[in-house]
């Protein structure tokens, strides 16, 4: 390994090369384009809440699927799941299990949650299961505060990562001024995501965010490929780049991995309930009711299992790994810690990727072509990023105009005022999310985002508890009200306590 380290000069690295404003140009031009989609969205849209929210229904195969997939990969696809491979070596690699998985729950899930849509007019999962149940207020609210619990922490990680990206794109920015205020450059690339996405949501709705998605989602399957062929090559081709992978530890290469954290039945767990998780969140059921048809549905479930599995393995997995042998983590006073290369910190393992594509791509393309390539695929991880902030975004406005402000606050109100309703949902849930990050950032003692995986594992334990209302609702058909209510609070209840969700919001010894 040392050999392979040597000769890629790995001390002489990348920071002498000069991004110069070509990230700059790139993200302008992308910026650009995301702003026009929205602009084009707004003119065909109607003034109701089923076009906002549901683009009247009408979304085809491409559309569909591709939007399911990047609602699915967010920035923790491309920052958190490779930071933990990076970390614990091998186990994790079996995460990869959950993507077939996620598929057969979009054909067999969300073609039964379509056809009852289309039929009775839902728009949001509380609609649905609501209904079964009886038309239950109250769990119609709890419905949609898990919907919520699970947006959330979503919303907050993808902002978060808008922060570690316009760190590396920009390096030797300075500080920017703002009302007589300094910000950093990571608090200027929270704030660049955070209102840019926010934007084009608001002016265009569910039409908007799809189409940003495709853009998005073919961005982010072509930036998997690239580094993953970098980080292959890097290593001298698939046959040196596997010889140095099976000289890492043994124990990076063997469950339960180097921390002993990833046992087969926890990995196996996280497989099964991190598919289902993902698939039954509100803004993924709100592309299922979006959809043309079953068959749409059904077709695009087929192109996500088989599409994005190779991909995933391909531009992340091997790129971690490869990462593992050209980056060695380092054990300081019993701490691990990444390679100084990718951070110094132990909640930076997430910046593996961004690190090694920074590196790597302009030392085996050339500097100009390379600086190009490197921030398109930035481009494409903050694209991760957005493309799950605004189909959460989108989702909680129509969690809470249609679950809370229609059914509770304003009953009568018209089609045009729900709308504008969730126009304004969206802009403090955005502003409330950039408010949390920056105070992690800037107070220490504060962290409610200390690692994206771990947010990521939150937010789908909250969403898993619509998991039994929805099968019941959709196949077995024999619950009950009190049991749906009971059911509900006591998971809600159980995440809040069995989980890292206290120490991540309250900070370490919370809840002990």
Not at 36 to 49: D, H, M, P, T
Not at 230 to 236: E, I, K, R
Not at 252 to 272: D, E, H, N, V
Request: glycine share 8%.
């Amino acid at each position: 390994m040392e050999e392979v380290v040597e000769m890629l000069g790995i001390d002489s690295v990348m920071a002498s090369i000069d991004m110069g404003n070509t990230p700059l140009v790139i993200l302008g031009l992308y910026m650009i384009m995301l702003l026009s989609f929205g602009v084009i969205a707004y003119l065909r849209s109607k003034s109701s809440e089923e076009d906002f929210y549901l683009a009247g229904r009408g979304q085809g195969v491409l559309v569909t699927a591709l939007t399911i997939m990047a609602t699915m990969f967010s920035s923790a696809a491309m920052l958190g799941i490779p930071g933990l491979i990076y970390k614990d070596g091998l186990p994790f690699v079996f995460f990869a299990l959950n993507l077939p998985l996620s598929g057969a729950a979009v054909y067999a899930i969300g073609s039964r949650v379509w056809r009852l849509g289309k039929k009775r007019g839902y728009m949001t999962p509380a609609d649905l299961i609501s209904d079964y149940y009886g038309g239950s207020s109250l769990l119609r609210c709890l419905v949609a505060l898990t919907g919520a619990l699970y947006v959330i922490p979503y919303i907050v990680m993808q902002i978060k990562a808008g922060g570690y990206l316009a760190q590396r794109m920009f390096p030797d920015a300075e500080a920017v001024t703002l009302l007589g205020k300094n910000f950093a450059i990571f608090e200027v690339g929270v704030m660049a995501l955070s209102v840019l996405t926010m934007l084009y949501v608001l002016i265009g709705g569910m039409r908007s965010v799809a189409w940003t998605d495709v853009v998005q989602g073919l961005l982010l399957l072509s930036g998997m490929i690239i580094a993953g062929l970098a980080t292959v090559t890097a290593l001298g081709g698939p046959r040196s780049f596997f010889q140095e992978v099976t000289a890492l530890p043994p124990e990076a290469l063997s469950l339960p991995g180097p921390s002993g954290a990833w046992s087969p039945w926890k990995l196996m767990t996280i497989c099964m309930f991190a598919s289902l998780a993902t698939m039954i969140q509100p803004g993924q059921w709100i592309r299922y009711y979006a959809a043309r048809s079953t068959e749409t549905l059904k077709r695009s479930a087929l192109i996500f299992a088989i599409l994005l599995p190779i991909c995933f393995i391909f531009g992340v997995m091997l790129v971690a790994l490869g990462a593992r042998v050209i980056y060695p983590p380092i054990l300081e006073n019993g701490v691990l810690l990444p390679h100084p290369a990718i951070g110094t910190q132990s909640d930076e393992f997430d910046q593996v990727v961004i690190a090694l594509i920074q590196e790597h791509i302009p030392l085996l393309l050339g500097p100009a072509v390379g600086v190009v390539i490197v921030s398109l695929i930035l481009v494409a991880i903050m694209a991760a990023s957005m493309s799950t902030a605004d189909s959460n975004l989108h989702a909680l406005s129509a969690v809470l105009t249609r679950d809370v402000y229609d059914k509770f606050v304003r009953p009568n109100a018209s089609e045009r005022e729900k709308t504008w309703f969730g126009r304004a949902v969206i802009a403090v849930a955005t502003l409330l999310a950039l408010w949390l990050v920056m105070l992690g950032e800037n107070n220490p003692d504060f962290q409610p985002l200390a690692l994206i995986a771990q947010l990521m594992f939150v937010a789908m334990a909250f969403s898993c508890q619509l998991l039994p209302l929805a099968i019941d609702a959709l196949f077995v058909r024999k619950g009950s009200q009190t049991g749906a209510i009971c059911g509900i609070i006591a998971g809600i209840g159980t995440v809040f306590l069995f989980t890292p969700f206290p120490a991540l919001i309250f900070g370490e010894g919370s809840f002990s």
